[in-house]
T-cell receptor
């Protein structure tokens, strides 16, 4: 079955709007990362967050490991936030072997 | 500190040709890995290494070989390219153990097999 599931698959926002992206995973994890893939294909590390809450500017993330989900919050979105957001996890016993979700494709319009 | 570097950025091969994708990192990371990304999908693990001389298969290893003779370098070899190997290839590295397993990715190599 699906091991890492992201929702929604697609999201369209007006500049300035807020959004929440979700990542569900099927087992205990030792590693969870959020990435932004920009329109040029670069993978940019957003958060390393196997548990807890972190914030970086307009972005924040929360992982509730016991309930097997993580959330990425984007506030006051900008056109430069457009791209694909990936959640990737490594399950217990596989600390470094990341399994990627299918991603959330975000388009922010001015 | 260059991070993770990959060469070439783009490559076109004919079916049956062989080539090596290069990956290097300067962060003294023990763990290195190769992923492929097909259109509209997330990344899938091809091969990985937890240190010099140690490699293992990931989810989609067929058609690819790797070796790890140094901590810094982890080349990926395509033995006989097939159109199904048209993809974007990413190399990544991280520590093994310690406080963080955060992985860092290179800029990618876009490969087309005709």
């Amino acid at each position: 079955g699906i091991q890492v599931e992201q929702s929604p698959p697609d999201l369209i926002l007006q500049e300035g709007a807020n959004s929440t992206l979700r990542c569900n995973f099927s087992d205990s994890v030792n590693n969870l990362q959020w990435f932004h893939q920009n329109p040029w294909g670069q993978l940019i590390n957003l958060f390393y967050i196997p548990s807890g809450t972190k914030q970086n500017g307009r972005l924040s993330a929360t992982t509730v490991a016991t309930e097997r989900y993580s959330l990425l919050y984007i506030s006051s979105s900008q056109t430069t936030d457009s791209g694909v957001y990936f959640c990737a996890v490594a399950f217990s016993g596989g600390y470094n072997k990341l399994i990627f979700g299918a991603g959330t494709r975000l388009a922010v319009h001015p | 500190n260059a991070g993770v570097t990959q060469t070439p950025k783009f490559q076109v091969l004919k079916t049956g040709q062989s080539m090596t994708l290069q990956c290097a990192q300067d962060m003294n990371h023990e763990y290195m890995s190769w992923y492929r990304q097909d259109p509209g999908m997330g990344l899938r693990l091809i091969h990985y290494s937890v240190g010099a001389g140690i490699t293992d298969q990931g989810e989609v290893p067929n058609g690819y070989n790797v070796s790890r003779s140094t901590t810094e370098d982890f080349p990926l070899r395509l033995l006989s390219a097939a159109p199904s190997q048209t993809s974007v290839y990413f190399c990544a590295s991280s520590y093994v153990g310690g406080r963080t397993y955060e992985q860092y990715f290179g800029p990618g190599t876009r490969l087309t097999v005709t």
